[in-house]
């Protein structure tokens, strides 16, 4: 845990000291938190939505003092990965249990932390996803060795991280109230249910006008087309779970384990409904591993791989099941993880040292603190703390801004930015735009790479 903490810590500052963490979604988390340790509503102007209207993640509030202390978007990197490496925790403690062999669990521990989807997951930028993952993996061994309180601690606060964690939780109550205690498993769906419920149809709703912003992830027209699908295009709907490299997605997520969850699979189909939501979904970076949509899966993963092992009776059989799992592991993480001296991929990332990163941190003080800016997508990050910033070409051509009803237009406060911050070379859309609006600033300072401009004057 501690090696992965370092690693991990050490290269996600590192990438986004060089400018290689987006707008979307680094400076979302980034502003949100900065308005919100400023007693600001949460309106984060990068994508143009409260906070909580896009997901109800209200376990950030707990983030909200650090700001007060080191209001910086690497405090958030480095939560995150301690987050995602105490995962390992609930694997060695339920391994250790069921197990009663220290070395067991400790290989296993380490195959978790080992998996590509978790590692990938960690780089991309911040989410909130991370708390997930050591409450994902405590609230399993909880259920299995039947803590409650700890069962009901884990449940609340993985509630509050999206409204969407009850297609984990239901499934969890459900096994609660087959295999301990079925009053608590039914008050447990009960409470996910009436949860989400009021996330999307009180809170969201009342925020945004609408339920969610993203019912057109399903596909077929929605859930009600999905099912018909399913019933009456059976053939269209198996070409559609075929595309988009869904089947290889779901090797890439259990090779790891070795598949050994099948032997009794109970606790690993508690992930079947989130799994089963990514794989559906027409978004594909729902079904890649690279992205944090798939990090409570692999703890669900873990734990239901562990609840297997414990099942096989032979001393022998488990020590060969445990090898053959941490082998699994290792070449996962060789074939598609992100770890030195085990995984053949490399991280590509400017560094601190790079000349681009050093014309934008020459041009970056240039910048006024309170001035409205509009920035490109790998500069907004760093220039966030304040009401108003936006990521170029927003707003002078909205993109993935409000609720989507205006992209490609110029939005009405566009004449309000007073200053853009932009690379010398830019995408040819962003070039586009800036080409049309390029007479109303005047550059304050260039250096190299990077340009700040002004709005001049009337």
Not at 228 to 257: C, D, H, N
Not at 340 to 352: C, F, G, M, Y
Request: proline share 6%; charged share 10%; net charge positive.
């Amino acid at each position: 845990m501690l090696a992965y903490f370092v690693y991990y810590s050490r290269l996600t500052v590192e990438i986004y000291r060089g400018y290689g963490s987006p707008g979307y979604d680094m400076g979302i988390f980034d502003q949100g938190l900065w308005l919100l340790s400023r007693f600001h509503a949460p309106f984060v102007t990068i994508m143009g939505r409260n906070l909580f209207g896009d997901h109800t993640s209200f376990i950030l509030l707990l983030l909200v003092p650090v700001y007060w202390v080191y209001p910086h978007a690497t405090a958030l990197l480095v939560i995150q990965t301690a987050l995602i490496a105490l995962g390992a925790l609930p694997v060695y403690l339920l391994a250790r249990d069921l197990l009663h062999d220290n070395i067991w669990a400790t290989m296993l521990a380490g195959a978790f932390l080992l998996n590509p989807a978790l590692q990938w997951g960690n780089l991309e930028q911040f989410h909130p996803e991370c708390f997930l993952v050591p409450l994902v993996g405590f609230a399993i061994y909880a259920a299995v060795v039947w803590r409650p309180w700890l069962l009901i601690v884990c449940t609340v606060l993985a509630l509050l991280v999206k409204e969407d964690v009850a297609l984990f939780v239901v499934p969890l109550g459900l096994w609660v109230a087959i295999r301990r205690d079925r009053a608590f498993g039914l008050k447990m769906i009960g409470a996910a249910v009436l949860t989400a419920l009021i996330a999307t149809e009180v809170v969201i709703r009342s925020l945004l006008g609408i339920p969610t912003l993203y019912a057109d992830r399903v596909p077929f027209g929605g859930i009600g087309g999905l099912l018909s699908a399913i019933v009456t295009k059976p053939k269209q709907f198996l070409e559609y779970m075929g595309s988009q490299g869904r089947p290889y997605y779901v090797w890439q997520m259990v090779f790891p384990s070795a598949l050994v969850f099948l032997w009794n699979p109970e606790v690993a189909a508690i992930g079947l409904l989130v799994v089963g939501s990514n794989l559906i979904s027409n978004f594909p970076y729902q079904h890649e591993i690279l992205y944090h949509y798939s990090l409570s899966t692999v703890a669900v993963l873990a734990m239901g791989t562990v609840f297997a092992i414990s099942l096989i009776k032979q001393p022998k059989a488990r020590a060969a099941t445990v090898t053959v799992v941490a082998l699994c592991s290792i070449l996962a993480c060789f074939l598609w993880g992100a770890f030195p001296l085990i995984s053949r991929n490399k991280v590509d990332h400017w560094k601190p040292s790079y000349s681009q990163v050093h014309d934008i941190n020459a041009v970056l003080p240039a910048l006024p603190p309170n001035a409205v800016v509009s920035a490109s997508d790998f500069i907004v990050a760093h220039v966030d703390h304040r009401d108003r910033a936006y990521q170029f070409p927003t707003p002078f051509r909205a993109l993935y801004w409000g609720e989507f009803k205006q992209e490609g237009q110029r939005l009405p406060f566009a004449g309000q930015v007073q200053y853009l911050f932009l690379p010398v070379q830019m995408t040819a859309s962003d070039q586009a735009v800036f080409d049309q609006i390029r007479s109303q600033f005047v550059v304050v300072k260039q250096v190299g790479y990077a340009m700040l401009l002004k709005r001049r004057g009337p």
